[in-house]
């Protein structure tokens, strides 16, 4: 039976001359990348195989580099790593080798990871100049007449390095003569596998295409198994293969390879591939199933030493046999299985004491010395491989070594796993302090920061509870107290939980009497107590405390509590905004000197808010779009700060009008539903369909994050009102106050926001009772039934404005001035309330209006009612104006409303100019609800709108059709008055003539008719 590989391709001939396009887009300087997902053995290597080779014969270069699976632990980089080191052998082409070899001289942090424990330690710079250098090295290896195609194989196994990678790459990707190409299993990317989230955000990018790759059908597996066999299979054994293999390619080929005696076999792959090796000389089986213990790819230098240190005889031959058989294949200087699901059955099939004994082999081994005097495996590697050979004491070192190695690289998330095993490896060795030169403590310390750095803040707080319960030596438990108090000031709602921040403030004055004067524990220790009185208004406290923090650390050198004391002093300063500019810029020069990169991230985004609360919204954005590059450099893509700065972000974007739909990659669950609720502004201001379920669905992570509540709830208020759930959106708007003044304080400065929500809801219902015809006759129930409701709306929105005025002046922001969007959001609360109070009032002289009332009582009515629509208008002018530093969606919502109010007072030109410019911002923003609304307005007061007016084919005009559509529901002339904007009297006309023209009778015949002839919508 041949092999697969010998074969020609069969089907995926739409995946190849897809790859093959992209091939020839990057030649033409249009770079892309490739997403190629299938089940473990549907033919990806295959595939990729196929057009690698045709590629090459089309002139380009084609390299391919793997990521390993290696546990829990990881190499940080290694696809690129393989992929540099095959560039300068030479894979694309001896000119492209020279160009990368000189880019790689050139630049520290490419050698230094090309030569792992070389150099000294590296500037926290070196992470973005070690992407950029990466992706500067894939560029120049690439040439219009020699693209290059890198292929990233078994992506499911890449660690969190090389996915940041990967996101560097596609998000750069300009006009370089490079296609990358990654493969990954898809039955192994569950839900919560790391990967998920970057694949989401990568096929979302323009020059990323995805290619899911199933399995055969029926006729593409006969084709295929013909091809295998050399002849069509019996019918039976077909169906055989058919069922068992459910078309997966690998599968069907060892079913055929395994003989017609495979069916007596239980139905497992694993079973099917043991009968297949078991065929195979036991010298052979032993050699692989030593080579299993690497993995799918090994050295072939390590397989040989590995294997002859163990005792197995005559490796060449084994070897030769393995790879005639097809069980191997040669890479470059690496073997590697021809599927991973072989190596896999392979080491499953070793006995537990075997596995320990492979694993010491190539222990062993790799920690010998290379020819350049450097260990043949990485730390990481020896990790591995000591913990699973139960070496412990080895392991301990190795994982020490390779949580420093990933420290270097600026890579968290490996960092934190290799503390960790040391942790958990700390009882079992003797002597482990010795062993790796610092003690439990000290690495418990590490492991908090590193998690700290991952974006984990309760992992670090856990982490450095433990550090602090270790230290014996009250003067040293003392001394990390305020790591302690840094690590809870991560989570965010440790300071919600009544009485820890005072806790937290006893426990470092009590440490502050033990710790020696001007010692550096000291000084973080006042540095830390500045920030947490300042968090409970303990304000000249904290400037003491800061003062002192900043005087001591100039003067000992500790730049690093300088830069944290300096932070907590601008934000007490913010009255002042170019002096807490000044002392926030210090810090930051002081945390980068001092390497504190947490707390460099702190200072940037303190110094974004405050340039963002300023309402400087142009600096702002400037300031987090480097923050953020400055926290990818850092490795900091979700530390608390980072965190922080994305919202920032969101929020900026959408004020200025910006209402893309934007998901983050890889978001830790830690902040993936704050980030969700701070995504619905914009969600809510599209009308996304789908909305209001999204934020019912935070409301059981309301007690995790109080801004969850108040973003993610403020903003289903809105939603809930533009979907005419006017009840629902006021009940819960009083909710989210209650919740967060319980978990804050009643005069949280939110609450402005909340009131304006709330007072619109009550002013759209208001105007829903008008515009349905609820009125009801003079004196009838249903009057006095609009009447108590409109009463009761009243009394609500006089009491919510006053609640909003009371918070605008009791809580107001430290500094003692209220920003110029709160100043914003207290103008529109007291507009919405104006409208509320016309709307009532119109309705009002609608249902006083009856036929028996007098001329001069309706006309002082009208003028009563037109009067308070001229307050509401210039209320909303001062709105508009009030957002005009640059919340671009609300000037144009307050636009549409001053266009309703001066309607109401009888200024329709005015109001036309301001509605046409609402309309416009709205649909050039994608604000559909908006747009809608203004459209409808226009058609209502007959505004001479872009796209407004429509064409019609029956004899009515179109202010007819629009009088006759109220009459089908019931409205009475003046009720129909008052909804168009114009007088009974020309409405008497209006129902004259469409009477007329429809031959009817009446107002009932004239509906009627109306719906047979189709002019009205039912």
């Known amino acids: 039976m041949r092999r697969s590989t010998t074969i020609p391709l069969i089907s995926r001939q739409e995946q190849v001359a897809s790859l093959l396009l992209a091939v020839g887009r990057a030649s033409a300087g249009r770079p892309g990348l490739v997403l190629v997902g299938g089940d473990a053995g549907v033919g990806k290597t295959r595939l990729i195989g196929h057009v690698a080779q045709a590629a090459e014969q089309a002139g380009a270069s084609a390299v391919v580099v793997h990521c390993v699976d290696l546990g829990q632990v990881g190499i940080p980089y290694l696809p690129f790593t393989e992929a540099l ?129 199933q399995p055969f059908t029926e006729d593409e597996l006969r084709e295929f198994t013909t091809a295998l066999a050399g002849r069509p299979l019996p019918a039976a054994g077909f169906a055989d293969v058919l069922d068992r293999s459910e078309g997966n390619a690998f599968f069907a080929e060892e079913l055929l390879d395994a003989g017609p005696d495979s ?52 490796v060449d031959a084994a070897l030769r046999e393995a790879v005639t058989q097809q069980v191997l294949v040669v890479s470059g200087a690496h073997l590697e299985f021809r599927h991973a699901l072989l190596a896999e059955a392979l080491y499953a099939d070793l006995l537990p004491g075997e596995r320990s004994s492979v694993h010491r082999a190539y222990l062993a081994v790799i920690e010998q010395d290379g020819p ?75 492991a908090g920061e590193a998690a700290a750095r991952a974006g984990d803040p309760m992992r670090a707080v856990k982490l450095t509870q433990r550090a602090v319960d270790g230290a014996d030596d009250p003067v040293r438990r003392a001394g990390l107290r305020h790591l302690l108090v840094h690590r809870y000031l991560d989570l965010p709602t440790w300071d919600e939980v009544p009485g820890q921040v005072e806790a937290a403030i006893d426990d470092l004055r009590a440490a502050l009497e033990m710790l020696p004067e001007r010692s550096p524990e000291r000084i973080w220790t006042n540095a830390l107590l500045a920030r947490v009185t300042m968090i409970i208004d303990l304000d000249d406290d904290a400037r003491g405390h800061a003062e002192c923090a900043i005087e001591e650390a100039r003067s000992v050198g500790q730049p690093g509590a300088l830069a944290a004391a300096l932070s907590t002093l601008a934000v007490l300063d913010v009255a002042d905004p170019d002096r807490a500019a000044a002392l926030l810029d210090e810090a930051r020069t002081a945390a980068t000197e001092a390497g504190d990169v947490l707390t460099e991230m702190r200072t940037l985004y303190n110094a974004t808010a405050n340039r963002f609360y300023a309402g400087e919204l142009e600096a702002a954005q400037q300031r987090v779009e480097h923050a953020l590059a400055r926290a990818e450099e850092l490795g900091l893509a979700w530390s608390t700060p980072t965190v922080n700065l994305r919202i920032l972000q969101e929020v900026m974007l959408y004020f200025r009008g910006d209402l893309s739909p934007r998901k983050a990659g890889g978001v830790p669950a830690t902040h993936k539903h704050v980030l969700e609720a701070t995504q619905m502004y914009a969600a809510v201001a599209r009308g996304d369909a789908d909305v209001i379920p999204r934020g019912e669905a935070l409301f059981d992570h309301w007690q995790s994050d109080g801004q969850i509540a108040l973003i993610g709830g403020g903003s289903l208020v809105d939603a809930l009102t533009w979907a005419g759930r006017y009840d629902d959106a006021a009940a819960l708007a009083v909710r ?63 009491s919510l ?80 104006n009030a957002f005009g530093f640059g919340y671009r969606y609300e000037v144009a919502r307050s636009r549409y409303r001053w266009a309703e109010a001066l309607l109401g007072a009888g200024e329709r030109q005015a109001a036309e100019v301001e509605a046409a410019e609402a309309l416009s ?98």
Request: hydrophobic share 45%; with cysteine.
């Open 85 to 213: 080191t095959q560039l300068q052998a030479g894979a694309a082409g001896p000119d492209a080798a020279a160009r990368v070899t000189e880019l790689v001289a050139e630049r520290p942090a490419l050698w230094r990871l090309l030569e792992p424990g070389g150099g000294g330690d590296a500037d926290h710079d070196e992470r973005l100049q070690l992407f950029e250098g990466i992706g500067r090295s894939l560029a120049v290896a690439g040439a219009p007449e020699r693209p290059l195609v890198l292929v990233v194989e078994d992506a499911h196994w890449a660690d969190a390095s090389t996915r940041d990678v990967l996101r560097f790459l596609a998000a750069r990707a300009r006009s370089e003569n490079v296609l990358l190409v990654v493969t990954y299993r898809a039955d192994d990317v569950d839900r919560r596998h790391p990967l998920r989230p970057l694949l989401a955000e990568l096929s979302r990018l323009e020059h990323v295409e995805r290619i899911d790759l």
């Open 263 to 314: 069916a007596s076999l239980p139905w497992t792959l694993t079973e099917v591939l043991r009968t297949r090796l078991e065929r195979l000389d036991p010298e052979v089986q032993q050699v692989l199933r030593i080579a299993s213990v690497a993995g799918r790819r090994v050295s072939e230098e390590l397989l040989r030493a590995a294997a002859a240190r163990w005792g197995a005889p005559d």
């Open 372 to 446: 350049d005097g450097m260990k043949i495996g990485s730390a990481a590697e020896r990790a591995h491989h000591a913990y699973e050979g139960h070496d412990l004491p080895a392991a301990l070192s190795a994982s020490c070594d390779a949580a420093l190695r990933a420290r270097r690289l600026l890579a968290p998330e490996e960092e934190l796993r290799h503390w960790e095993q040391v942790l958990a490896l700390w009882e079992s060795v003797p002597g482990a302090q010795e062993r790796i030169g610092r003690d439990r403590v000290d690495v418990a310390v590490a």
């Open 736 to 798: 989210i106050t209650d919740h967060l003044g319980e978990v804050w304080t009643e005069v949280f400065l939110g609450r402005i926001w909340l009131s304006a929500l709330a007072i619109a809801a009550l002013a759209d219902a208001a105007e829903a009772d008008r515009s349905a015809g609820r009125v009801g006759a003079p004196g009838s129930a249903a009057a006095t039934a609009v009447e108590t409701r409109a009463a009761a709306r009243l009394d609500s929105g006089d």
């Open 801 to 880: 404005l006053a609640i909003a005025r009371e918070t605008a002046q009791r809580g107001r922001p430290r500094g003692g001035v209220l920003g110029p969007e709160g100043r914003a959001w207290l103008q529109r609360a007291a507009a919405e309330n104006a409208r509320l109070h016309a709307v009532v009032g119109s309705t009002a002289g609608t249902a006083g209006g009856g036929a028996g009332g007098a001329a001069g009582g309706g006309d002082s009515r009208a003028q009563a009612a037109g009067d308070l629509w001229g307050a509401a208008a210039a209320s909303w002018q001062d709105t508009v």
């Open 921 to 1018: 911002e709205a649909e050039d923003m994608g604000a559909q609800p908006l747009a809608d609304a203004v459209r409808a307005l226009a058609r209502r007061a007959r505004l001479d709108l872009p796209g407004v007016r429509r064409a019609t084919a029956s004899t009515l005009t179109d202010r007819e059709e629009e009088v006759l559509g109220l009459v089908a529901q019931g409205l009475s002339n003046r009720q129909i008055g008052e909804r168009l904007f114009i007088s009974t009297k020309t409405v008497s006309v209006h129902v004259s003539n469409l009477l007329a023209k429809l031959g009817a009778s009446g107002r009932a015949e004239a509906v009627s008719l109306a719906h047979q002839r189709g002019l009205l919508e039912v």
